[in-house]
């Protein structure tokens, strides 16, 4: 089988690595340049982390990543007001990890014949009888057995095949931003801990990194849909009112092609196939950081697509299976995602306070148990049962 995969991303590179490792004929079309270096720290456990055991790069990926113990909420003057144990979500089964060195992990161990294509926008798909056609912004045009899209929550993809974002873009009112810089003091007040401050409307949280550097991560309510031209500025405005070590990190905020900006979002669609060409992650079933494990939901759903693709009768009836047996894990973080949004971010002070009791109450003894499924939804067994696929 030949396969094309458009993005580069967590989910295009794992498929990549997956039906390659079964001998499929594998090219990866990339639109950006380059690799990209924005991103931020995520925490990385659920069927993802089954899935990248079970291909062999947990030792690579445990290389690259952190072991972040605690999540701590602290107000305007840095005095805790709330903590989190992480590693009740996994048993210890996390890695705390950039974005970027997850994309790297699974991009330096892509078997020797993918074709691993940057600077490859997709201009056009046109279905054929056995397969699909796609023409690239260089007048280039390849032919294969399945399109997968894997080009993230704006695919082109989707856009081309589906239609337009707007019919499957369900926003959740919300703006995010990520970027790194260095603060020697900010490392130090938040190193080996994930620090956010307990605040109502905006968020700005801090992960100390090994090369002494701060990664960022903040999140706004907003009625606004649009992007702004200017994230720099966007991001400085939004947060200006936060306290603690927020205005130095607002002063190092880099320009703006070095910041990760987006709206918080979900991509729900009726279908996830149409002919040979199907829709991998977040241009598929985006279930928004409120909700969390997209990278792992991405690489998991890439597991269970390569898994039906070699052990199916048909590329067809692979397609079926794959939507059968993914859609209810993903529809359930969705959900999960939708309801964590009141909480997620305070929108008074009664439920900010609201917030730090629960917390408080789900570290006791008898309740601890509960904190995972609450916050991350019910784990699945689903990667651990279907056949091995990787060699």
Known sequence: MRAIICGAGIAGLAAANLLAAHGCDVIVV???PSPRTQGYMLDFFGPGYDAIEAMG??????????????AALVDNHGRHRARMNLRQFADGALV???????????????????DLRYDAALESVTPLDDGVRVELADGSVLTADLLIGADGIHSTVRRLVFGPESSYLRRLGFHTAAYTFDAPDIHAAVNGRFVLTDTIGSQFGFYGLRDGRVASFAVHRTTDPSLPDDPRAAIRSAYRELGWVVPEALERCPSPEEIYYDQVAQIVLPTWSKGRVVLLGD???????????????GIAGAYVLADRLTQAASID???SEYERLWRPEVESKQRVGRSAAHWFLPRSTPA????????HL????????LTPTAIAGKPTTLIQTLHPSHP
């Open 30 to 32: 990339e639109r950006t």
């Open 317 to 319: 009836a692979a397609l």
């Open 352 to 359: 900010l306070i609201a917030r730090r009791l629960a917390l």
């Open 96 to 114: 705390s990890v950039m974005r970027p060195d997850l994309e790297r992990v699974l991009r330096e161990n892509l078997p020797a014949g993918v």
């Open 362 to 369: 789900l570290r006791l003894p008898l309740l601890n148990r």
């Open 283 to 297: 241009a598929a079933y985006a279930v928004s950081l409120l909700a969390g494990q997209g990278a792992s939901l």
């Open 57 to 70: 790069l947990l030792p690579a990926l445990q290389d690259v990543g952190y072991r972040v113990v605690e």
